[in-house]
């Protein structure tokens, strides 16, 4: 690091650090929120290169998008996106043709510094969310949205979007964490010849008009907000600050909300949910997350998993009720033992398979291994408080058909290198998509293009045909029924067995009211109100 | 020798009566060696079963240690693990023991080139910080228990390269060992035959303490991700696993492993201390 | 004196550049892949070469060698992937927070062991030597992980004495002026009361749990030292003159038992820089080696070569400073040299 930078961010925290407090504590308890979580942020740049999933929560209550989804009640009564209906946020109102969407933007809206709002600011923060790479430019492209020339600045408040094929999820996309809009004029003052975009400058500064302003941020310690007052994009937020402090420690995590220290917190192990359901100080939550599975993964382009009768085995010999008792402790939904055939449209919906020792041990037999075989058995060690006891009971009812395994645990930062790789033959994992559509799901996890989500490498044209059809299909009772041949080709081939759909778990104190579940699994402090 | 032998038993047997703390220790570790070898015949379960329906069950007639997560029986876990620790300790002290006291004597024998090497080796482990450098290893090569022998050993062989050189540069030039030399004794046979007989016993001290640090080690890496593959039994995964059920009230999962593990340390390091005792030739007199 | 430093110093010299190439071998044979961390969930294999030129990473092993060691000599330690923050930054306002913890550990460890020694040592093989002793040694026995998980389950969630472990402050108080980046000095130094209780109050456990893991050495140590001061000749001539137990005890005894322990602080304080690793982890203290910890499990390369190079920077100059200070100690060293 450059001296002169070392000075400036030590001058700069000195800074912070004598201004005067508040002496009125209990006060500024009132109006702060104090979330805790296992990691905190890395880059406060959606668009960043590495940036983590923390680092997308202060995207998303720092910077504003053109629209966000609306409202709705779950089964449970708790707030829950909506993501069939769309409303504003940057912009005012939208003009929608079969070719091209039109934005109005709010003309009060201003950026933190005071400059407004323009669609010049949109046109900039798009063009590099299309050319930048990486995470971002592929979220765009889920939505066809995929060249800088399709965001065409109308004039000062007014801008297009050309599209470039009729795709349904165009205007959501509009609506995920991605595509925020910057400040420009800022931005580019801190771009540099090598670094045009202001990556570099973005990581650590903030330059949005969003509903939070970044105080301050220690990384890896915390990350302070303060709420913008003069923030159009909504109704005006309940709380004055944020605080949000990393806690490695679980037992940590759970003794501090016990105690009423911490406000809140995702991070906990589901058996800590489970029994702080009984806290009279704590209320918990817990949402089915949507288009997500935890599945057991099979190789199908190696042997020996490309036999379908022998995946069909594993399908019969998993412990899935040992599993959902002991490993989630309820809290999540069962995905076994459905019908044979798909009942309605939706995904995910249970499969046919049960713990059946006995039709396991026939199908090995078909499938020319009655004597068993050995393989290994992987799971990302990141997440290794819910894989490694899933492991541990798969390995012990997988022994009992003769299947011999070798559990393997991988770092988490080598995990999707070696997901890449699409050489374990026998993994655990979960997937889940941000827009909650079945030909979205399948489109990444089943289809032959092999993306690195189809962690089986599992290729069969009719499938391909079936998930590309359906994506495209303007007709509901065609895609319906689409939809339905391909989950049934899924059940019937098996190379991947769902175990359970998790749940996005919160505990938060019984003062904290507000709470609502969104597709990216991060905390909105937008609505939150603290009593 | 029988006589010198005799002495050195009935030293032995004077300290250790006015030492009851070391004569306790040798006991624990006597019995420590026990359960380890007898592991397989004594666990009451299969280490290994799981029976989600009895999970997280408290200290009963049945599992006096109480089940863990996965209905898995902590005694039995506990005395599994028991070999497995004292294995993988065992070994990596034979390891460093064989690798740093033959460099260490080389380089206190020869002096010059294998000196200043060995010396220079030594100081550069002895300037990481050594359970970082544990972990690099572990994290490098793969979590096998082979690694964890093998980056245990690493990190100890400074103690016992320094250790022995010393000790041989000291007795290099004292007159027994020239007296051997002068009797037609080849250099290698002296340093067998003169030199390590003599340093055994210091050495011996530093094998009990090491024995305790490398359980320790092993437990920290396991903490940390690092250690040996589920669902296999070792203290320190069940230690730092069963730490996340301390707040929730199953206090069972993390103390019993935790206790063992703290007995065997202790057990090690008391025995250590007197060994040490034993040789210092001013608590002779 | 001086001359005595520069050699010290300039025989270190082989040492470090060791540490640098191990270190260096040792962060590329790790199992992860920052070239795939780097270009995010959804990459293509295409992506990930992309990335890995960017960084430089499809180099030979020699070339990427000499950058490091281009960017090192110019003071730049890299940047860390899981924090975005340059190296050099975040190890110089995380080693504070470290060495105040450590230095607060061992500060608590001598002012119980080293008494605990001297007055085992006037009755050796006594209950209190015995006692003192299994104690001690039980302490070094324990994990620190779970002794500090222990601490603050019973004195933060049992009792509720000990405050929640959060870091080095309370939420709700803000870091004094950074002077030395001792949160309790700074906090004394511009007289604010009530932030120094704090910071104070935060760094009981963690450093209780640290000085725990340092007692065996400095109470062992100690009392072999007295032991053998106390059984000299002038220890004699002095009880014959009728001086007071205590009197001997601590003005001549301990006044010459003082270097062994002196030694052996250092040794415990690079020891004890080591333990912190895990204490800082379980207690969330913003420090390197809870810093370190994480990015070796991530393949976060930049941070552990950093941290391990400040390590031994450190470990070299503290075993200068207690040379240098065992010279000015006890003048026999000094005419030797």
Redesign the interface.
Known sequence: ?K?R??LK??TA??A????P?NPA?GQ??RD?L?AISEN????LDIH???T?RPGYEASWNVYDRLLTFGVKKDAQGQDHYDYTKLEPELAESWNLTPTSVTFKLRRDAKFHDGTPVTAKDVKWSFDRAVTV???PT??MRAGSLEKPEQFVVVDDNTLRIDFLRSDKLTMPDLAVPVPVVINSGLAQKNATAADPWAMEWL??NTAGSGAYMVERW?????LVFRRNDDWKGGPRPALQRV?W????????R???L??G??DISFDL?N??FN?LQGNQRLSIIGTPVENALQYIGMNCAQPPFNNVKLRQAVAYAI?YQ?IM??VVFGRAKPMFGGRPQAIDASWPQPHPYTTDLDRARALMAEAGFPNGLETTLSFD?GL??LN??I???V??SLARIGIRT?????????W??EL?KKSMPLITNTFGGWLNYPDYFFFWAYHGQD???NTMSYKNPQMDKLIDASRFSNNQAEYEGLVKDFVRLAFDEVPRIPLFQPFLNVAMQRSITGYRYWFHRQLDYRQLVKA | MSAASSTFLAHARHTLGGNPVTLVAACLAGLLILVALLAPWIAPYDPLATDPINKLQPPSASHWFGTDQLGRDVLSRVIAATRLDLAIAVASVALVFVCGTLAGVAAGYLGGWTDRIVGRLADTIMAFPLFVLAMGIVAALGNSVGNIVLATAVVNFPLYARIARAETSVRRTQGWVEAARLCGHSELSIVLTQLLPNLLPIMMVQVSLTLGYAILNAAGLSFIGLGVRPPTAEWGIMVAEGATYIISGEWWLALFPGLALMVAVLTFNLLGDGLRDLLDPRRRT | MLTLAIRRLMAALPSLVGVVIVTFLLTRALPGDPAAYFAGPAATVQAIEEVRQRLGLDQPLWVQFGNYIGDLVRGDFGTSLSTGQPVGFELATRLPASAELTLLGLLLAVVIAVPAGMVAATRPNGWFDQAVRVTATAGVSLPTFFTGLLLVYVFYYILGWAPAPLGRLDIFYTAPPHITGFYTLDALLIGDAETFLQALSQLVLPALTLGIFALAPLARITRGAMLEVLGSDYIRTARAAGLTPTRILIVYGFRNAILPVLTVLGMVLSFLLGANVLVEKVFAWPGIGSFAVEALVASDYAPVQGFVLTMAVLYVGLNLAIDLAYGLLDPRVRIES
């Open positions: 690091m001296r930078e070392f961010a030590s925290s000195a912070i650090a004598s201004m407090w504590l500024a308890r702060t104090l905190g942020p890395n880059n960043g290169v590495g983590n790479g990486g995470f592929f979220q990581k650590g220690v990384p890896g310690t915390e605080i402090r990393t806690i490695p420690q679980a037992g940590n759970r003794a501090l016990e105690r220290d911490a192990p058996k800590d029994e412990p040992a008792d002991a060690l290794a408080g490694e006891p492991c541990v009971l390995q012990e070798t559990i393997n645990k991988i770092p988490g930062a080598n999707r290198n890449l993306a690195v989500f």
